[in-house]
């Protein structure tokens, strides 16, 4: 018995240097981006932040160019998630409730695409959307973070919808709600999780996303948040690192927010199920 | 509604194919069309030392990463089963917190972590008396470069790893550990002969995930080593197709490169994909 508690509290001792050690640059991050100046370029670097200051965040916020960045990046990002969930939720129900010719070539294709690298896609996504003139325009960075959504998208609203027993929509269907009234009454709320995680996962897609960005809106006036950050670091000039992790910090809270929500359920759509979380 | 989620997937591998076939420079994109000339850009890709020396980078790049966050995620999942309830709830947010970390975010947090002038990485490393890093540049030499590349990518990929692991591992039967602490197997013998071939399903689509994710790399190395510091002598396949097509407007050549790039994927992913159809098709 008391080797076995001995035991425990080794663990718990591993487990809380592993967590540490995890988390540092997170903490880092965060108490550079409140410290002064002074503090942040000595020689020797201090562990916690001591004159706790705003001025990077002031600075992070004037960069030139932030607000429309965010404009951009908000626009980008919620035309994908509105045109993601709208898309894959009629495919989901396709796939899930009818069988139908050509199912199985969607279904290789939505697993398919998923395990392309996107990077492998880049030159003939540039080649079709400069035909079509969308090249450094936020509608064709869309229509590219909506080939990346789409499958995860499909892919996790099919599970949830094979989750729902038929018989709940036949049920109702039986008690004199039409086809639409059961959909709206029986099924939409029961695929609330699954419509939240979805929009979700593409939200943090294509607001974390970097080459695409890069490369279609590329020298042009129009940048993305991602590409603002990575700017900041990419000249010959000193680098202002406070400002840069306080930036950092900004862009980084709503990810984490939405994250903390359904991470449950994106580990649960990235393996089909093959694990129950 | 299906045809139009056909279209929006399918059409870039078609153009891909297509394009791969072509001349297709600056000029070509102008005109909006390209020059077929068979199959002269894998040719010219073939006959590269480049793109040999990439491949090969990259595949010893993917099998360290790989490696690394399969064998970190591993040793976490089995402690998480080991520690406190309090403790498990502790290591599980700090995992999802750096899981969550933009990838464009933990570039920028890693190269101020890292930096010669007065990173935080030189300033423990020589108070631990560990050696005398002041001022040291991790960004010198190819292998140091990816050493900081390799530290982050696995840093940011073992949440998910060891998450789902853990996961997996508590659908492990107690009644059979049980059964074989019985019968008197020690730890490793139980690990190897209970506990494996439970998780195994998901080991591999783990490690088929990392693959592919790894073996694609592209925000990590080039913007923590820099834009302006990728050269032939350290290319990753992604890097070099960037630059290559992208960079020097040579699409066609590009899409060449990307179709290599994409079979080598789907041969190494083949696992998880018949895996994942066979779900679909239930």
Known sequence: ?277 | MVVAVVAVLGYPIVNLVELSLQQYGLFQLLQHHGVYIGLGNFSQIFSDPIFWHTLLRTVLFTLVNVGLTMGIGMLIALLLARVSTWVRLIVTVALVLVWSVPPVVGVQVWSWMTNNQNGILNYALTQLHIGNFFEHNWYASTLSQYAMVTTLLVWGAVPFVAITLYAALSQVPHELVEAAQLDGANAVRIFKAVTVPVITPVLLILVSLSVIWDFSAFTQPFLLIGAGHQNPGNYLMSVYLFIEGYGETNFGLGAAISIVMLVIVAVLSIFYVRAMIRVGDE
């Open chain 1, 1 to 277: 018995m008391r080797r076995k508690l001995s035991s425990r509290v080794g663990w718990n001792t591993v487990g809380l240097v592993v967590a540490l050690f995890m988390v540092f640059p997170v903490y880092w991050m965060i108490a550079t981006a409140f410290k002064s100046d002074s503090q942040i370029n000595g020689f020797t670097p201090s562990w916690f932040p001591t004159q706790l200051t705003l001025a990077h965040f002031r600075a992070a916020l004037a960069t030139p160019g932030f607000w429309s960045d965010v404009k951009n990046s908000l626009i980008v990002v919620s035309t994908t998630v509105a045109i993601a969930l709208a898309l894959s939720f009629f495919a989901a129900v396709a796939l899930a409730k009818y069988r139908f010719s050509g199912r199985k070539l969607i279904i290789v294709l939505v697993i398919g695409i998923q395990m392309l690298p996107q990077t492998g896609l880049l030159i003939p996504l540039y080649v079709v959307l400069d035909r079509y003139h969308e090249v450094e325009k936020l509608s064709g960075l869309v229509l590219v973070y909506l080939t990346f959504a789409l499958p995860f998208c499909v892919w996790t609203l099919r599970g949830f919808m094979i989750g729902i027993p038929k018989e709940l929509e036949e049920a109702a269907m039986v008690d004199g709600a039409s086809r639409l009234g059961a959909f709206v009454r029986i099924l939409l709320p029961l695929l609330g999780p699954g419509l939240v995680a979805t929009s979700v996962f593409a939200f943090i897609t294509s607001w974390n996303e970097y080459i695409f960005a890069n490369t279609l809106l590329g020298a042009g006036h129009t940048q993305t948040i991602t590409l603002l950050l990575a700017d900041m670091t990419g000249g010959e000039r000193a680098i202002d690192w406070g400002a840069v992790m306080a930036l950092s910090t900004l862009i980084s809270i709503p990810v984490v927010i939405f994250f903390l929500l359904v991470q449950r359920r994106i580990a649960f759509g990235l393996t089909a199920g093959a694990v129950r979380g």
